[in-house]
């Protein structure tokens, strides 16, 4: 594959996921988009689930599977290096469209927050998470993250090394940042409704077993993150055992 088209490869990847996160921050929150998590539902209550089900199993192991150094070797066989990474964007972007677009309403309302003031409080909450999940990608590098300083640096013919472990600003009081963000972004809602907390549970199930599997690679990948592990916790943030910044310091 040429550098040129690597490069574009890259860039429409990283265009598409960007238009379906915006799509999603509606499509979560209820917010502005024709077609919601909590739309009118078409299917029987078996079906819907099935589906939902069904739909969230794809997007877990599509997500957590791609992200695996041994399918990361068993994929760079067959596309060059400087790509795996805009594709696990590019599957990761078409998973979570095809959730979107094939998800399944329930109905029924678990809670429904009547005051005025407390809807705009959870709303402002929901959308602060989405900010921190993307100022999080920043912290450590978000065009690293989403392939783009990888399709760059084939492009401009430069080698393109591993970055160090870092533990900037929000990852010295806890180590999952973005996680923190996704969970938000999930459970903040005026209205919760039967729809809303299956997806809700899904997410936190994904996120609590991708935790695990995410950091047994990162253990052995830089050895300093065990004690990092130990230092700082996983999702709840805690100033108390905040990590000291250090020179050597590097972000997960």
Known sequence: MKRSLILVYGVVSYLLFFVTFLYSIGFVG??????SIDSE???????ALLVNLGLLAMFAVQHSGMARP???????RYIPAAAERSTYVLFSTLAMAALMVFWAPLGGVIWSVESQWAALVLNGLYLGSWALLLYAT??????DLFGLRQVWNSFRKQECRDLSFVTPALYRIVRHPIYVGWLGIFW?????TM?????????TGYILVGIELEERDLEKAHPEYTQ?????PALIPSL??????TPESSAA
Request: aromatic residues 14%; hydrophobic residues 50%; charged residues 20%.
């Open 30 to 35: 209820n917010l502005w988009v024709p077609r």
């Open 41 to 47: 539902p078409t299917l029987s209550l078996g079906a």
């Open 70 to 76: 041994a399918f990361k070797r068993w994929l760079t």
């Open 138 to 143: 920043f912290l450590i590098d978000h065009f």
């Open 188 to 192: 903040f809602t005026p209205v919760m």
């Open 195 to 203: 729809t809303h907390v299956l997806l809700a549970l899904g997410v």
């Open 228 to 232: 990092y592990k130990r230092k700082v």
């Open 240 to 245: 108390g055992r905040r990590l000291e910044a």
